[in-house]
C-alpha cells in the first residue's frame, strides 16, 4: 500500500500544483534531519526533488542543522551546487578541523562555511530563498529555555538566512559558543529537535515527506559516556537552558521513532540499510559523495515505487 503522503506529492507533481494555487485543502511539509556529516545523505535527497521539480509541491520546508543548510539549497534551486560542496576535500577540511582546537578555534567553522563558501566559493541565493512561495523554517534550540525554536519570523534579509543557517548548525563544544539571533540565543537544532517534524505538525502541516540521515538498521542509541560528560558541562556555562534538553535526548528519539511508524501524517524516506556509517566530523570524499548518491537513489525509489503502483 502506498503511503498517501506520497500520493500526494506525485498528484501535486502531475497537475502542477503550486503554493497559492492548491486544489486541495491540505498542507505539506518537508522535514529534513541533519547530523553534520550525515547531512550528506539529505543532501542528495533534496538534490532528487529538485532534479524531479518537486519543491512547488511543498507548501514549507522544515530543516534541522545540516537539513536547513540542505533545505536551504533546494529553495534556492542549486542543489546540484550544494552537494559538491560536501565532496570537496579543501573546503571540508577548512570547515571541519580538529586542529582549529590548537588555535583557540572551534572545529567547525561556521563562519568560514557561510559567510566563504555559501557567499563567495559555491553562492547560495539567498534572495531566492526570501522569494519562494515556499516558506523556509530552519529550526535552532533556544539557549537559554531549551526549547525548539522556528527561526523562520527573525529571517528578513539575507543576512537573517545567514545568521539562521549557522544559528541551527552551531553544534554545542564543536562549533563554538552559541549565536545571537532575534535578541536570543541559540544552538544546534539537534538538541532539541534532530527531525523537524514535530514544529511542522504544530504549525499545521496535514502532511509530512521527513528525509532521514540515519539507516534504515540503526535504532536510537544512547550517547556515549564521553560524550555525555562533556557536552553537558560545555552547556552549563554556554547554554544552560538546554541540560534537560540534552540529557532527553535518547527517549525524545525513541518517540520519533515510533510516531515515524504510526502516525499517517508522516513518511520518512532513509539510506538503506548497509548505507556506509558517517560519522559528525567525517571528511572523506569517497564516503560523502557515496552518501549523496544513495540519499539521491532513496528518493528516486520512493516515488519510483509510487509510479508503478498507481
Not at 503511503?3 to 497537475?15: C, F, Q, S, Y
Not at 547530523?35 to 532528487?48: C, E, H, I, P, Q
Amino acid at each position: 500500500m502506498v503511503h498517501p503522503v506520497l500520493e500526494l506529492i506525485t498528484e501535486r507533481l502531475a497537475t502542477g500544483s503550486v503554493p497559492g494555487q492548491r486544489t486541495d485543502s491540505r498542507r505539506l511539509a518537508l522535514a529534513i534531519e541533519g547530523g553534520s556529516s550525515r547531512g550528506t545523505y539529505s543532501s542528495g535527497m533534496v538534490l532528487a526533488l529538485d532534479e524531479l521539480g518537486a519543491t512547488p509541491a511543498f507548501d514549507a520546508v522544515y530543516g534541522s542543522s545540516a537539513g536547513a543548510l540542505n533545505g536551504a539549497w533546494l529553495l534556492c534551486g542549486r542543489s546540484q551546487t550544494g552537494v559538491r560542496t560536501w565532496w570537496n576535500p579543501t573546503v571540508m577540511r577548512r570547515i571541519i578541523n580538529p586542529l582549529h582546537t590548537l588555535r583557540g578555534r572551534a572545529v567547525i567553522d561556521l563562519e568560514y562555511l557561510v559567510h566563504q563558501v555559501y557567499s563567495v566559493l559555491e553562492p547560495m541565493d539567498f534572495p531566492a530563498i526570501l522569494a519562494n512561495p515556499v516558506s523556509f523554517h530552519p529550526l535552532a534550540t533556544d539557549a537559554d529555555t531549551g526549547e525548539s525554536t522556528d527561526l523562520y519570523p527573525f529571517i528578513d534579509d539575507v543576512d537573517a538566512i545567514k545568521t539562521a543557517l549557522a544559528a541551527s548548525s552551531c553544534m554545542p563544544v564543536l562549533a563554538g559558543p552559541p549565536i545571537a539571533m532575534g535578541g536570543r540565543r541559540f544552538v544546534d537544532a539537534g538538541v532539541a529537535e534532530p527531525l523537524p517534524f514535530r514544529t511542522a505538525l504544530a504549525q499545521g502541516a496535514t502532511d509530512v515527506l521527513v528525509l532521514r540521515t540515519r539507516r534504515e538498521d540503526e535504532i536510537p542509541v544512547p550517547p556515549p559516556r564521553v560524550q555525555d560528560v562533556v557536552v553537558p558541562r560545555f552547556l552549563r556555562r554556554q547554554a544552560p537552558g538546554t541540560i534537560t534538553a540534552w540529557r532527553e535526548q535518547y527517549e525524545r528519539d525513541l518517540e520519533d521513532e515510533r510516531l515515524l511508524r504510526e502516525d499517517p501524517r508522516l513518511v520518512s524516506v532513509r539510506p538503506p540499510a548497509g548505507s556506509p556509517d558517517v560519522g559528525a566530523l567525517e571528511r572523506d570524499p569517497a564516503v560523502l559523495r557515496r552518501a549523496v548518491e544513495l540519499g539521491l537513489e532513496a528518493v528516486y525509489a520512493a516515488l519510483e515505487l509510487l509510479r508503478k503502483a498507481s
